[in-house]
């Protein structure tokens, strides 16, 4: 009887001895198991004399629970246990640094774009946007580029190898000044009957192609159209018009400003506006800008205007070219190349 209860403390001892729920079970079977210690105890019941046995029996019962118990526990404790290891293992420092997403910025020729904008709109000027892929009549014909001027050789642009619906070829365009066309007819076509019509003032931006590539020209480049037509616009309008953009576009005041007599077919007369700083790096030396002219009566008349009663300017000029002196860049190739380290410095 008294060796009977012993097996509780000597379960206990062993079950508490047992590390892991493998080896726990395993010290189960040596009570509980088929050849286990209290199944012993039952089969030696049948021996006992009728009325011991309900003693006896009601005795192991009542140990074999009590070891049943302590082996719960046992299993209970080795889970708890085992979880405690795995959150300790799993834990969180939260003192150590977050992974911060990395700040994101404006391509310098981003931030360009934008200004020139913001500076001719805060002037009254639309702003257009219209097709990288032009057919050739508005791209050239329209701008009374004759047939075979240089400037339609198939060196110096990207043809594409459909017709249009009209049965135009089309071509990559070479320049913004096809958007004079675009945005003048569609205008006009809105202002119907209007007499005077209100006048047409705006810029577009956008990319343009050439076959061209060195450290300061690249097969696309950026540029943005001025128009302004009215009954009444002079050259000296396109000077004053421009000079204040630069001014304002550089941020400075000692801006010297020339235009010299140039060719465009789209202009007579026509000028390349050119610009000196006073003082820093670039201090005394003239750096081209722009094409700009008085807009030629055959373009006027394409606009689908009298050219007896409407005259104004127009001017083209490069958006990368600007952003190099604005920020002394002196590789055209590197605004378009992705290094991070260039392009974090305008961030
Ligand atoms: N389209 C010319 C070019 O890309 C630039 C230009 C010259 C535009 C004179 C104009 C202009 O509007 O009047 O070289």
Do not use: C
Not at 36 to 42: D, K, N, Q, V
Not at 81 to 94: F, G, N, R, T
Not at 203 to 230: C, K, N
Request: charged letters at 25%; a negative charge.
């Amino acid at each position: 009887m008294n060796s009977l209860h012993a097996l509780i403390d000597q379960a206990r001892a062993d079950f508490a001895r047992a590390a892991d729920a493998a080896a726990l079970e395993n010290t189960k079977a040596r009570y509980l198991g088929k050849a286990g210690l209290i199944t012993a105890e039952m089969k030696a019941l049948a021996s006992l004399a009728p009325e011991d046995k309900r003693a006896r029996g009601a005795e192991i019962n009542a140990v074999k629970q009590a070891i049943e118990r302590a082996l719960q526990d046992r299993r209970d404790a080795i889970e708890q246990a085992a979880l405690q290891a795995q959150l300790e293992a799993q834990a969180i420092d939260v003192t150590l640094p977050g992974r911060v997403a990395d700040r994101g910025g404006l391509h310098p020729l981003t931030r360009s774009w934008m200004r020139v904008e913001q500076i001719f709109r805060s002037i009254g000027f639309d702003v257009a946007d219209g097709p990288e892929i032009e057919d050739d009549w508005t791209n050239f014909t329209a701008l009374n580029s004759p047939q075979n001027h240089p400037a339609r050789s198939m060196q110096d642009t990207f043809y594409v190898d459909v017709d249009d619906v009209h049965g135009q070829p089309l071509l990559l365009r070479t320049h913004t000044s096809p958007m004079q066309v675009r945005y003048a007819r569609m205008h006009v076509q809105r202002q119907a009957a209007a007499s005077p019509m209100s006048p047409i003032k705006v810029i577009a931006p956008g990319r343009t192609y050439r076959v061209d590539s060195d450290a300061t020209h690249s097969p696309m480049f950026h540029q943005f159209e001025g128009l302004w037509i009215d009954t009444d616009v002079s050259m000296a309008d396109l000077k004053g018009t421009f000079t204040g953009f630069l001014k304002a576009f550089f941020e400075r005041d000692d801006i010297l400003v020339r235009f010299r007599p140039s060719y465009f077919p789209f202009t007579e007369p026509s000028a390349e506006i050119d610009m000196m700083f006073e003082s820093g790096p670039l201090k005394g030396r003239w750096l081209e800008l722009a094409g700009s002219g008085q807009v030629h009566p055959t373009v006027v008349r394409n606009f689908g205007l009298d050219p007896e009663r409407y005259i104004g300017f127009a001017f083209g000029s490069g958006i990368d070219r600007l952003t190099m002196l604005r920020y002394g860049v002196t590789d055209l190739r590197l605004f378009y190349e992705n290094d991070l380290r260039f392009l974090q410095q305008f961030a």
